[in-house]
């Protein structure tokens, strides 16, 4: 089997597919005589199985994210927050599937793609096209590590003040030491070596998710909720704003921005595994998503926080739950967020591997070892300085869903598949995709409107270095 055609650090193509002075970035597990570059020998190593990949896209997708659905839903309420839930699920399916087939196309004309940015570059014909998938990709990837560090610490600081009120621990503090447990985990080598990890943090997803589903049941029942408001906004412009950043925040949550490094963890051959994977995936997706989000709305409405948990814990008056089963479910998803964090690092160790490691060298030589150890100590500290020092990530969800996950997960995948497969122009595929790419890059930009006003509007409550998450 060839080698992957396409390496922009070797050169660039002629806008026609084909390349000039580029060198071959082979992926693992291409066969004999394949000369494998670093990023993916040791990082995005194949050799894991349908379930594996199946835990590793679960991680991506399912995560506490989940708690802000009934958030969403607020802004646009019973009727069309249920619809679009249901075709947010689909498409992304549908989107996911495609993007799996052409990886599938390409590895049977023998070349077998282990990274986006190759993918992209290689299907669509653009030199260009390979810079925008790493920079968005990464900043995807740095954002959600930087996510995930803070929510992490706060989540231990939700725990810590629950038992000692007037402790001296700051946020900071806590950010320290999530940062530090995840430099620790962040040694193990490659994706591949994750799966492990990710099969209890697809348990765990489903273990906060049903804990919080019957906490809001229990709070809907009780005499201490609030009433409960299902109306939207009076003025149009607002109830549209918010509808659109809905849609934002459901982009970010079904979106991942990986696969292909999810796909590359495979064993070769790959060719239809990936939907096997994507089937297991989405049945916890399902069940997940749609018991937080009409749960979550139905007991508490418009009055609903941005994160469900939130709303369970009031700042004024008694926890509307048991204490023991929101501290369970509290712990379940900082676990689960370790797990979110190493996966999404995945990305960028490779890249750095790629130009720091030797792979004619064990991994665990001396030669490999000292960069890897120094060079992802570097990226999560940089990542937890970043947390401690804007601790308002929340508000960019949907800056985050709007201007990353919708190219990579709602507009390139169907382009990608028009573009190899060729289906006729006439035909209903090809419609059916023109009309999602269209569709959704104007969802995107409408989306990112809607999201940087609401980070505007809400930028006297950011301080730098703060003590608390600003909602």
């Known amino acids: 089997m060839a080698p992957a055609a396409f390496d922009a650090e070797a050169g660039a193509t002629n806008g026609h597919g084909a390349s000039y002075g580029t060198k071959p970035a082979p992926a693992a597990g291409l066969g004999p005589g394949a000369e494998a570059d670093a990023g993916a020998a040791f990082v995005l190593e194949s050799k894991g199985t349908w379930w594996h990949a199946g835990f590793h896209l679960t991680t991506a997708i399912v995560g506490p994210t989940v708690l802000t659905l009934p958030y969403a839903l607020r802004g646009m309420g019973w009727g069309l927050g249920l619809t679009l839930l249901s075709v947010m699920a689909a498409v992304t399916f549908y989107e996911y599937s495609l993007m799996s087939r052409v990886l599938d196309h390409c590895e049977a004309r023998g070349r077998r793609h282990i990274r986006f940015r190759e993918l992209a570059a290689d299907v669509l014909g653009s030199g260009w096209m390979f810079y925008f998938v790493v920079t968005v990709q990464t900043a995807i990837n740095t954002g959600v590590s930087i996510g995930a560090i803070l929510l992490a610490a706060d989540c231990l600081e939700i725990m810590y003040t629950s038992l000692a009120p007037h402790g001296p621990l700051k946020l900071y503090h806590f950010i320290i030491i999530v940062a530090v447990v995840l430099a620790f985990l962040s040694q193990l080598p490659s994706f591949h070596s994750l799966r492990h990890i990710n099969f209890v943090s697809l348990l765990l997803s489903l273990g906060y998710t049903i804990l919080v589903a019957a906490a809001c049941i229990r709070a ?3 005499k201490n909720v609030p ?3 299902y109306s939207l906004s009076s003025s149009k412009s607002e109830k549209t704003f918010d509808a659109f950043l809905s849609v934002s925040i459901l982009a970010s ?44 709305y139905w007991a508490f409405g418009s009055r609903v926080q941005s994160n469900v948990l939130k709303s369970l814990m009031p700042d004024s008056g008694p926890a ?11 712990l379940f998803v900082l676990l689960q967020l370790l797990a979110i964090g190493l996966v999404y690092s995945q990305v960028a160790y490779e890249i750095m591997e790629k130009g720091s490691a030797d792979a004619s060298q064990d991994r665990f030589s001396r030669r490999n070892l000292v960069p890897r150890l120094l060079l992802r ?30 190219p990579l997960d709602f507009v390139l995948p169907v382009l990608m598949y028009n573009m190899a497969l060729a289906p006729p122009r006439r035909s209903p595929v090809f419609l059916a995709n023109t009309a999602v790419m269209v ?16 980070l505007a509007l809400d930028a006297g409550k950011f301080k730098l270095f703060s003590n608390n998450v600003v909602d």
């Open 227 to 229: 009433p409960k408001d």
């Open 320 to 330: 509307l739950a048991p204490t023991w089963l929101l501290g369970v479910a509290v």
């Open 439 to 454: 569709l959704f890059a104007g969802v995107g930009a409408i989306g990112a409107f809607a999201s940087i006003r609401k």
């Open 377 to 406: 100590t570097l990226y999560l500290a940089f990542c937890a300085f970043v947390a401690a020092m804007l601790p308002f990530f929340g508000d960019i969800v949907g800056v985050v869903g709007a201007v990353g996950f919708v």
């Open 253 to 296: 949550v079904f979106g991942n921005g990986i696969l292909p490094e999810i796909q590359a963890t495979l064993a070769p051959p790959a060719a239809g595994k990936m939907m096997k994977a994507l089937v297991q995936c989405y049945s916890v997706v399902v069940f997940t998503f749609f018991l937080s989000s009409i749960t979550g």
């Open 220 to 222: 809907g029942l009780s």
